[in-house]
């Protein structure tokens, strides 16, 4: 994944696919919700 | 060198400069030789180094992390739309007798087209978001 990618996903510019968000979820063990969240 | 630049010319680089030199080559080729058969397979010597780049193109695209890969896709989405209304609108000049256009000229208007795609659309990700919607709101 690239820098531009983690930081249009950081910034709200750009929403990650599923297996993405997965993927990041997984790699900060933490509940995909957590990370995620639509109204933030 | 920036290393966006640096993988791009590893990725694409040796296609491209083939495509180059075969194009140059086979130009300076072209004329001095017969019209006929030869001539033609002459003018017919970049094909190979066209679909080489092709496939460099395609399997650098396919590498890509998703948000760059719609990135991509978006601006050939938008290059093909492009170079399609002004190959038309030159299309029906030409019908109407307004003026000959030459074929090598679609060549440019489709390199120019995806030049300017790509500004368009890179632009629209790093610094419209906000201003005319966030592009991940369309999905």
């Known amino acids: 994944m690239s820098r531009q990618t983690i930081n249009a996903i950081e910034t709200g510019k750009y929403d990650p696919s599923l297996p993405l968000a997965f993927l990041i979820a997984k790699l900060f063990k933490q509940p995909i919700e957590k990370i995620f969240d639509h109204g933030a | 060198m920036n290393p966006q630049l640096r993988r791009y010319i590893a990725d694409c680089g040796p296609a491209s400069l083939t495509f180059f030199a075969s194009v140059i080559g086979a130009m300076l080729l072209a004329k001095r030789v017969e019209p006929g058969l030869t001539r033609v397979l002459v003018c017919l010597i970049p094909l190979p180094?066209?679909?080489?780049?092709?496939?460099?193109?395609?399997?650098?695209?396919?590498?890509?992390?998703?948000?760059?890969?719609?990135?991509?896709?978006?601006?050939?989405?938008?290059?093909?739309a492009m170079s399609f209304v002004i190959v038309v609108t030159l299309t029906f000049l030409e019908l109407g007798n307004a003026f000959s256009v030459k074929v090598s000229t679609v060549s440019l208007v489709m390199a120019a087209s995806w030049i300017a795609a790509q500004i368009i659309v890179r632009t629209r990700f790093r610094y419209w978001c906000g201003i005319f919607g966030n592009p991940s709101d369309s999905k």
């Open chain 2, 49 to 80: 180094s066209v679909l080489w780049m092709t496939w460099a193109e395609i399997s650098r695209l396919r590498r890509r992390d998703e948000l760059r890969q719609r990135i991509e896709v978006e601006a050939i989405a938008i290059a093909f």
